[in-house]
């Protein structure tokens, strides 16, 4: 071996460009489409898949017959400008959209429609996003009362009766809780709220209603329809669903072997059947089950059955909260001396909760994309509406159009729930990852 | 907590009732308000509470029930049952026709739900599972088109789907008036052997020449029942050669467990499971017989109606968008531990998933999975949207109009429903149970 060397590089080479088939589009998609034979046939498949559904759809869509008011006026503008095969014929959904959106409600009323969506979204808005001022919990608060209001319409005095029951109940429950302790003020408040609505409130609103005749005209349920049905349905099932969730889930990791059997009986007997019998149940059967002086009218009673169905299917999303929770948290909150209900209020419920979250959304969007069914038992919920449309003579033979509108109503609302789980999930994340 | 224990500090608080037997543990009286304040007995004050009140409601409502019924002037009882049906069913498993009983019709429409939950259950875990799988694929293009499925799905009502299947097939499809003539519109697909009509589907049906006839079960009552021997045959045939076949496969484990070298097998299994089958189709003469055109409509062959294709296909579309998710989670939750610890071990990638990520997937991924199926049996319950006679439309739908016994039916019904679901999850549960971690 000699020691002598004869070359040492001083200075470093210039980095050479990566050669040109690894950067840009090219290498992207080498690395990302056309990496092996499998992967390219893959995306040969799918670039044909995507080029087959668009060249077909976007010629269907583009079509000049947003003025047109029937089926055959379509058909001749369609002709008239000189474009063949199948299009889309949107005179239907310009004189349409408002009837999917409100339905028969009386078109002097829509204003009444929008106002209690927008009230809905401020008293949301805390509960949802914690950005959004505390002050609105007031209205969040108020709300329910509001809204069925603003709706159903009437004179104000029986919705106040209802309000003021609650209202008693809180103040016989706070002032009560010194003189015979907390459980049996709670029952105290409870029985006389009860006591409020079932013998004071009707006699008392009714005189002061037929003295003060403040209201708004009354509408009937069965000018309810559209989207604003969906939504009046779907809402009341969402808000309602969770804190009976929450009790059922409770009920069925209870200790008390009575309680707990009939949580999971009804649990389990909701979620084996499908809701459609339920709706019939609504729509034949409860006026049945029901004493002739406890009429209600056929939305309360399909709300009720909603909010039932749904309410079992919570129970056991937050029940899987509930048993992923580590039993540490619950031994913690025991050593704390913490009482049952506090240690669920304070420790268990927000992880279980927090936990159960993507579930909990899930269940909404199922619930606002069942209230669909409705149509089945003759309600006019937007899929009712497009065969009532369909069965105006203008209309007759109009199908992809409606469908398709309906389709993306349904998809804004259950997408946009979606996302905002992912953003709540994002934000509460706590761990490290 | 306030037990039962009485010390001394409990009895100086009681004063002067307890002051003379401070030595003595005295004996603990019974107050009323203990039911509500004392644990031991609080519990059981609760439940009876709500025991009474569970009993009041059913009271109260079977009351009601009761008089509202008479002041209606109904009458309970399943007597209906026996009564002609009236109605015609369209698609069916089982021969009836509209001189046949009420319970028939629902016996008919029971079979139905089954029908299509079955074969909506399949072809939307073959579809989920590819679609959940794709949509974890490395190619950027397929990842989001699976994607936009799953949430184009996702996010419509089935019912929607539904609707809209059908009117796809009613609408786009040919008329089976369309394959007549010498210059037809439309033409038989698969060697002439399928016609995809807007009416529906006429696939070819499996006859045999000297077939070995049914077994008649429950005689001539409304429940009858015809299972063809030659069916039986055929799976008795066939679930022998995969018995032999897994026996073939046990001794070649145990000959590479002993010596190291591995057996060839395959030609082995495939001819014990396929041999017996095809003597076996021959002995009884197996043949296909072929819709075939005859005046405006088909003749011949197995007949799937517009409604059920609609239904099968918005169904398992649908529900495929959710397996696909459960799939998709499940295979993310194995630890990217165990495909690195296979790629040490040499694996290629497909023995990778196969090996060691799918079965550790399946057991994430079969709870949901239980549930999806569940989805899907009591979503065909939608089947009174486009027609299709199942459970709802036959007890629930047409009977409960022509009878007026909406409580019996409605309620039977769901019974129905009910049990169906409940034996469904017993029996996934119990496969379940059967491939979970066995742990200590």
């Not at chain 2, 369309?178 to 210059?183: N, T």
């Given at each position: 071996m000699s020691d002598k060397i004869s070359f040492v590089r001083t200075e470093m080479l210039e980095q050479k460009a990566p050669p040109a088939s690894t950067t840009g589009f090219v290498g992207w998609a080498r690395a990302n489409l056309f990496n092996g034979i499998g992967n390219s046939v893959l995306t040969l498949l799918s670039i044909y898949c995507v080029y087959y559904v668009l060249s077909g759809l976007i010629p269907w869509l583009v079509s000049p017959t947003w003025k047109a008011e029937s089926l055959t006026q379509c058909r001749e503008m369609i002709a008239a400008a000189g474009k063949h095969g199948h299009l889309a014929c949107w005179g239907v959904v310009r004189e349409r959209f408002i009837q999917l959106l409100f339905g028969f409600y009386p078109p002097e009323g829509y204003w009444r429609v929008i106002l209690a969506l927008v009230i809905v979204g401020a008293g949301l808005a805390p509960v949802l996003f914690d950005k959004a001022p505390r002050k609105l919990l007031i209205v969040t608060a108020l709300f329910p009362f509001i809204v069925p209001f603003l709706l159903w319409?009437?004179?104000i005095w029986p919705y106040v009766g209802v309000l003021l029951g609650f209202v008693v109940g809180y103040f016989v429950l706070k002032y009560a809780a010194d003189a015979l302790g907390d459980l049996l003020a709670l029952i105290a408040g409870v029985v006389s709220a009860f006591v409020w609505w079932i013998f004071l409130s009707g006699p008392i609103m009714g005189a002061i209603g037929s003295v003060l005749p403040i209201g708004l005209e009354f509408v009937e349920s069965r000018s309810f329809g559209g989207l604003m049905l969906a939504l009046t349905i779907g809402l009341t099932a969402i808000l309602g669903s969770l804190p009976l969730g929450i009790v059922l889930a409770l009920g069925r990791q209870s200790d008390l072997l009575i309680v707990k059997a009939l949580c999971v009986g009804f649990i389990e007997f909701i979620r084996g059947v499908p809701l459609i019998t339920l709706l019939f149940v609504a729509s034949t059967l409860l006026n049945i089950f029901l004493p002739p002086s406890m009429e209600f009218d056929i939305i309360v009673r399909v709300i009720i059955m909603v909010t039932l169905f749904s309410a079992a299917y919570m129970a056991e999303v937050v029940r899987g909260g509930l048993a992923a929770l580590p039993k540490g948290q619950y031994e913690a909150a025991d050593a704390l001396g913490l009482d049952y209900w506090k240690a669920q209020r304070l420790i268990i419920m927000p992880q279980a909760l927090k936990i159960s979250i993507p579930g909990i959304v899930s269940t909404f969007i199922g619930v606002f994309k069942d209230t669909t069914l409705v149509s089945v038992i003759g309600l006019l919920d937007p899929l009712g509406l497009s065969n009532a449309i369909r069965a105006d003579q203008a209309w007759n033979g109009i199908v992809w159009e409606l469908y398709g509108l309906i389709g993306v109503l349904f998809f804004v609302f259950c997408f946009s729930m979606s996302r905002y789980s992912m953003y709540l999930e994002r934000k509460l994340q706590t761990g490290h990852k | 907590m306030s037990t039962g224990q009485t010390g001394p500090n409990t009895v100086i608080e009681d004063g002067d009732v307890y002051m003379t037997t401070l030595t003595d543990p005295p004996r603990e009286s019974f107050r009323l308000s203990m039911l509500i304040y004392d644990t031991r007995y609080r519990s059981i004050t609760i439940q009876v509470i709500a025991l009474l009140a569970f009993l009041a409601m059913c009271v109260w409502l079977i009351t009601n029930t009761l008089t509202n019924l008479e002041s209606r002037d109904l009458e309970l009882g399943l007597a209906f049952f026996s009564e002609p049906a009236g109605y015609d069913i369209n698609q069916r498993l089982i021969e009836y026709d509209s001189q046949d009983t009420h319970l028939r019709a629902a016996f008919v429409g029971i079979l139905n739900t089954l029908l299509v939950a079955f074969l909506g259950c399949i072809t939307a875990t073959v579809l989920g599972v590819v679609i959940g799988v794709l949509r974890l694929s490395k190619n950027w293009l397929v990842a989001r088109l699976m994607t936009v499925y799953v949430e184009m799905f996702r996010n419509v009502p089935v019912l929607l789907w539904i609707v809209f299947a059908l009117a796809i097939i009613s609408e786009t499809l040919p008329q089976p008036?369309?394959?007549?003539?010498?210059?037809?519109?439309a033409s038989m697909n698969l060697f002439d052997s399928i016609a995809i009509t807007a009416r529906g589907f006429y696939i070819p049906e499996a006859l045999f020449t000297r077939s070995l006839g049914d077994i008649h079960l429950?005689?001539?009552?409304?429940?009858r029942f015809d299972i063809s021997l030659d069916l039986l045959a055929f799976l008795a045939v066939l679930f022998a050669g995969l018995f032999t076949s897994k026996l073939i496969k046990k001794r070649a484990d145990a000959i590479q467990e002993a010596t190291g070298a591995r057996p060839t097998t395959w030609w082995q299994r495939i001819l014990v499971v396929a041999g017996p089958v095809l003597i076996l189709l021959f002995a009884l003469g197996f043949y296909l017989g072929m819709p075939e055109l005859k005046g405006f409509n088909f003749s011949g062959g197995t007949f799937m109606r517009n409604s059920l294709i609609a239904l099968w296909l918005a169904l398992s579309l649908y529900t495929a968008a959710f397996i696909a998710e459960n799939v998709r989670a499940g295979i993310l939750a194995v630890s990217k531990g165990q495909s690195e610890a296979a790629a040490a071990l040499g694996l290629s990638s497909g023995r990778t998933m196969s090996l060691v990520v799918l079965p550790q997937a399946l057991r994430i991924i079969i709870p949901p999975l239980i549930s999806q199926y569940l989805n899907i049996t009591k979503n065909s319950s939608l089947a009174i949207a486009v027609g299709y006679m199942d459970l709802t439309g036959t007890l629930m739908g047409i009977t409960q109009n022509q009878t007026g016994k909406a409580l019996e039916t409605v309620l039977l019904g769901m019974m129905i429903y009910l049990m169906v679901s409940l034996s469904i999850s017993a029996a996934m549960n119990w496969y379940n149970e059967s491939v979970k971690l066995k742990e200590r």
């Open positions: 319409g009437g004179l | 008036r369309d394959f007549r003539g010498e210059d037809a519109i429950f005689g001539d009552s409304s429940m």
